[in-house]
């Protein structure tokens, strides 16, 4: 079935440091991909998609490239800030429910 | 914006009791989920529905059941509270057959069973 691996944590940056976390996955046909990020105390929230192989998301400085190829989605940050810290998580919806398989997370601690 | 309430932050709970959570979306979604997230292993489908009464088990539906009654709302039901049942649930809701949608979540019931 589908599955999704993420790099493990936390990840501990100091501020205006770059910010790179892996996601690589498994899946048959063509999925979609996102990165969610999860505040503390809040819900997951969209931080990007990329629903073809090549699609650039990107938001809030945050960028990843769906690389077919290497079956990658990595999320890359140039210059964190201590509000980045969270916890992020990467996911592939595979199906027309869109259901999201997600990686595990990985949890991010930005120092000032 | 749409926003998906969860009826509690916390709860908490004796083993063997029937515990309800419940789920409301006001955007008029036809997909709605349940997950449950525990450190290290990410977020796991407990069941979707997508449509009214209609219901589909996830990857980890044992010990779990659903009510879709109306549109709006969803119930996770947990028949007999397990102290293996500890953990965060998230509720979410999507737009109907639409793969590339994303998900739009609930801040999470925190649900302890002691």
């Known amino acids: 079935g589908d599955s999704v691996t993420q790099m493990e944590g936390p990840v501990t940056l100091s501020e205006e440091a770059f910010l790179t976390i892996n996601c690589t996955y498994t899946a048959t046909g063509y999925p979609s991909l996102f990165w969610y990020v999860q505040y503390p105390g809040e819900g997951l929230q969209l931080l990007l998609k990329a629903t073809k192989a090549d699609d650039k998301g990107s938001n809030k400085g945050f960028e990843a490239t769906y690389r077919k190829e290497t079956t990658s989605f990595h999320l890359e940050k140039g210059s964190v800030q201590v509000s980045d810290s969270a916890v992020y998580f990467c996911a592939l919806s595979g199906d027309s429910w869109g259901k999201l398989q997600f990686g595990a997370g990985t949890q991010v601690v930005v120092t000032p | 914006d749409v926003k998906v309430t969860q009826s509690s932050r916390y709860l908490v709970k004796r083993t063997g009791e029937k515990v309800f959570l419940e789920c409301v979306q006001d955007?008029?979604?036809?997909?709605m989920f349940w997950y449950r997230q525990d450190p290290g292993l990410g977020l796991r489908l407990i069941y979707f529905s997508y449509d009214v009464k209609m219901k589909e088990k996830g990857d980890i539906p044992e010990g779990y059941s659903v009510s879709r009654e109306k549109k709006e709302r969803f119930s996770l039901i947990l028949e007999s509270a397990s102290t293996n049942q500890t953990s965060m649930y998230l509720c979410?809701?999507?737009?109907?057959?639409?793969?590339?949608?994303?998900?739009?979540f609930g801040n999470g019931t925190r649900l302890t069973v002691t």
């Open positions: 955007m008029d979604h036809e997909n």
């Open positions: 979410a809701s999507s737009p109907g057959a639409r793969p590339h949608s994303p998900l739009h």
